[in-house]
């Protein structure tokens, strides 16, 4: 990366910081140091993956954690449709929306458009101001 300075860097997470089995999480997240976050939310599982018993913090919880930790905004959230019925999911979209105040995309049924609408105006502060210039 150092050769060729690229404007953008998508790095992907490994589950929720609170999350017991994959405290890896934290890691990449103080490792990497992002700009902004989108954070990917399963509305439909309830409870950590291989820890029954384990629910799941709320998403509002989860955003909380990561910009506490980050000290950068989370800017959107992005929706994983497993055990959904595709009508279901535009239904979960409002709903975190109107919990979060945070935009929320299926863009694995509904394409990047509206996320990429989303990322755009920071992509463009990115151009103009070194990393590390985005607060809340």
Known sequence: WVEQK?????????????????????????ACRPDIVVMQHAPKRRE??????????????????????????????????????????AEAARRIEQNTGLPAFDVLLNGADGLMEVLIPYLKKTADEPAGTFHK
């Not at 690229?6 to 103080?30: F, K, R, T, W």
């Not at 950590?48 to 800017?75: N, W």
């Open 6 to 30: 690229p404007d953008v860097i998508i790095l992907e997470g490994q589950g929720s910081l609170m999350n017991p089995a994959y405290p890896g999480g934290h890691e990449i997240l103080a």
């Open 48 to 89: 950590y993956d291989g820890f029954p018993g384990y629910p799941i913090h709320a998403l509002s919880k989860q955003i909380e954690a990561v910009e506490l930790l980050s000290d950068k905004p989370v800017v959107a959230i992005t929706i994983n449709h497993e055990n959904m019925a595709e009508q279901e999911v």
